[in-house]
C-alpha cells in the first residue's frame, strides 16, 4: 500500500500528513511535487493543506491547474480514494471533483479552533471507522472555507448521502453558532457521487495524537487503509 502527498507551492501540512501515515500508521507514503504527471504507482492520495500559491485568484484555483491533476482525476475515475484536506478541498472543488466551491468566511477572518463534527454517513472509504451521527473534535485553520453550492446541488449532496460532516454543537444540534465560517447546511465535508473522493475543511491530520488533544481524525485515515486493503 503507497499513499502520495501532493505539494504545491505554498503548502504546508504535507510533512503533518506524511508523519500521520509514516510514524503513526505505519503506511508507505511518499512526497509528490505538482509537476509530476503518473501517479498510478498509488493506491491513494492526500491533497493537503496550506496556501497553495498565495490563494491568488481564489484559493485552490492555480493549482487546480497544474499537471498533476489530471493524474488525480485519472485516478479517482478508477475509483481510488482521494482526499482534499483544507486548501485540498478547495483545489479539489476547483478542479471539479467535487461539487460547490469554498469562499471567505462569514466572519472575513482566518479562523483556527477545535471544532465539532457530525459523521453524517458512514458509507464511504473515509467513514467506516464511525458510528452514524458520532460527534467528533477536528480542528479547522482556514479563511476560506465557507462551503456555497446551488440549491439543487445541495438537494443532490443530501439526497445521494455525500454529506460526510457537518459542524454542530456539543448536543450534536446543527446550529448557527456552531457554523464557524458560514457555510451552507452547516457543511464541513462532502463525498464525490462515487463516495470515494473526500473534501474537508478540517484537518484530520491534527486531530490524529493524544498529544494534540484529539485522536479523532485518525480514524479518517484508518478507513481509508481500511478501504485500500480490501480494494
Not at 469562499?103 to 464511525?130: A, I
Amino acid at each position: 500500500m503507497s499513499i502520495g502527498i501532493v505539494q504545491f507551492g505554498g503548502s504546508n501540512c504535507d510533512l503533518d500528513v506524511l508523519h500521520v501515515l509514516k510514524d503513526v500508521l505505519g503506511v508507505d507514503a511518499e512526497l509528490v511535487w505538482y509537476k509530476e504527471e503518473d501517479l498510478s504507482r498509488f493506491d491513494g492520495i492526500v491533497v493537503p493543506g496550506g496556501f497553495s500559491y498565495g490563494d491568488y485568484l481564489r484559493a485552490g484555483a492555480i493549482a487546480a491547474r497544474t499537471p498533476v491533476m489530471n493524474s488525480i482525476k485519472a485516478l479517482a475515475e478508477a475509483g481510488k480514494p482521494v482526499i482534499g484536506i483544507c486548501n485540498g478541498f478547495q483545489i479539489l472543488t476547483e478542479s471539479g471533483l467535487l461539487d460547490g466551491a469554498l469562499t471567505t468566511n462569514n466572519y472575513p477572518k482566518f479562523k483556527c479552533e477545535s471544532t465539532l463534527l457530525r459523521v453524517e454517513t458512514t458509507d464511504t472509504p473515509f467513514t467506516s471507522k464511525f458510528k452514524k451521527g458520532e460527534i467528533v473534535s477536528i480542528p479547522i485553520a482556514h479563511m476560506e472555507g465557507n462551503f456555497y453550492a446551488d440549491e439543487a446541488t445541495l438537494s443532490k449532496l443530501e439526497d445521494n448521502g455525500q454529506v460526510a460532516f457537518r459542524y454542530v454543537d456539543k448536543e450534536g444540534k446543527v446550529t448557527d453558532e456552531a457554523n464557524p465560517n458560514g457555510s451552507q447546511e452547516n457543511i464541513a465535508g462532502i463525498v464525490s457521487a462515487k463516495k470515494n473522493v473526500l473534501g474537508m475543511m478540517p484537518h484530520p491530520e491534527r486531530a490524529s495524537e493524544e498529544i494534540l488533544g484529539s485522536k479523532d481524525g485518525i480514524r479518517i485515515f484508518e478507513s481509508m487503509m481500511e478501504f485500500i486493503s480490501k480494494n
